[in-house]
């Protein structure tokens, strides 16, 4: 099994600011998504392969990373985008693997 | 628009059975695979099941092999999570998502599962 390990757990910043999620693989992978979830909502997702946004998804958000370490940024904090990001890995799949998720909250 | 609907949650007791539905509407249902992913209260993401476009081949997670079943109608534009043997650590929220192996692209609002006496 893939385990994937998300840092930080809780993450505070300031509306306006530049959020920096971290994901990281337990063995080398190439599809990798992320998703974003608000409470009693159910997850959306944001990014697939690493770094390719899904649709509608505004362009503050980017992907990066490669092999065992990725990374989520949000460029400008907009209010709505507090919230809980998930990492994933479908390179094993189906055998789908969840991040623990980090907590994005208002500085 | 995509969209996808479950049903079918509610309380039952350990060891007790309930199906999950999943309606889904606005794609060509038939074309792709679908999954079924979970989250315990207050918990994390856990993916459960997963079923190709066909139906042919089906995989479950270690923690509810044996005691699940996905399957699913490309007549009726539905996927099922036939659940047995049910157990407390199964009370969660129960989603459907669209597999288009880019990730999970659309998921349902959740039916909520709980398993207590």
């Known amino acids: 099994e893939i385990v994937m390990t998300q840092s930080p757990a809780t993450l505070s910043v300031s509306p306006g600011e530049r959020a920096t999620l971290s994901c990281r693989a337990s063995q080398s992978l190439s599809n990798l998504a992320w998703y974003q979830q608000k409470p009693g909502q159910a997850p959306r997702l944001l990014i697939y392969?690493?770094?390719t946004r899904a649709t509608g998804i505004p362009a503050r958000f980017s992907g990066s990373g490669s092999g065992t370490e990725f990374t989520l940024t949000i460029s400008s904090l907009q209010s709505e985008d507090f919230a809980v990001y998930y990492c994933?890995?479908?390179?094993?799949?189906?055998?789908?693997?969840f991040g623990q998720g980090t907590k994005l909250e208002i500085k | 628009e995509v969209q996808l609907l479950e049903s079918g949650g509610g309380l039952v007791q350990p060891e007790g059975s309930l199906r999950l539905s999943c309606a889904a509407s606005g794609f060509t249902f038939s074309n792709y695979g679908m999954g079924w992913v979970r989250q315990a209260p207050g918990k994390g993401l856990e993916w459960v099941s997963a079923i190709l476009s066909s139906g042919d081949s089906t995989y479950h997670a270690d923690s509810v092999k044996g005691r699940f079943t996905v399957s699913r109608d490309n007549s009726k534009n539905t996927l099922y999570l036939q659940m047995n043997s049910l157990r407390a650590e199964d009370t969660a929220v129960y989603y459907c998502?669209?597999?288009?192996?880019?990730?999970?692209?659309?998921w349902g609002q959740g039916t909520l599962v709980t398993v207590s006496s």
């Open positions: 998502a669209k597999d288009p192996l880019l990730g999970l692209d659309n």
């Open positions: 392969g690493a770094s």
């Open positions: 994933q890995q479908y390179h094993n799949w189906p055998l789908y693997t």
